[in-house]
Nanobody, 124 residues
Framework: QVQLVESGGGLVQAGGSLRLSCAAS????????VGWFRQAPGKEREFVAA????????DYAESVKGRFTFSRVNAKNTMFLQMNSLRPEDTAVYYC?????????????????WGQGTQVTVSS
């Protein structure tokens, strides 16, 4: 079992930055690929970014490429999502998830463990 806890969300103006953290416990997160997903009100949960077990490989949704950076520190069982140049359309609840199914998975169905989410609100 892996427990995930997100933090770092909040209210920011358009063009601003936030850094989300995802802290893992229960098992070493180094055995899992990790992803970030988000869900806006009235919309389906969507893929944001994924990172490989060792952190060497990343993948991003087109909508966040060049603005978001996903990193991980396995020794601290922690992952980070640096979000720059935020837009109102980035407003959503952001979820951290872990998968044992391959690498850089963009389908939420392949993730085994989920955090409770952290709210990100970007004002215009």
């Amino acid at each position: 079992q892996v427990q995930l806890v997100e933090s770092g969300g909040g209210l920011v103006q358009a063009g601003g930055s936030l850094r989300l953290s995802c802290a893992a416990s229960g098992r070493s997160i180094s055995a899992y690929g990790v992803g970030w997903f988000r869900q806006a009100p009235g919309k389906e949960r969507e893929f944001v970014a994924a990172i490989s077990k060792g952190g060497a490989l990343t993948d991003y949704a087109e909508s966040v490429k060049g603005r978001f950076t996903f990193s991980r520190v396995n020794a601290k069982n922690t992952m980070f999502l640096q979000m720059n140049s935020l837009r109102p359309e980035d407003t959503a609840v952001y979820y951290c998830a872990a998968t044992s199914s391959g690498i850089l998975q963009s389908s939420s169905l392949l993730y085994n463990y989920w955090g409770q989410g952290t709210q990100v609100t970007v004002s215009s």
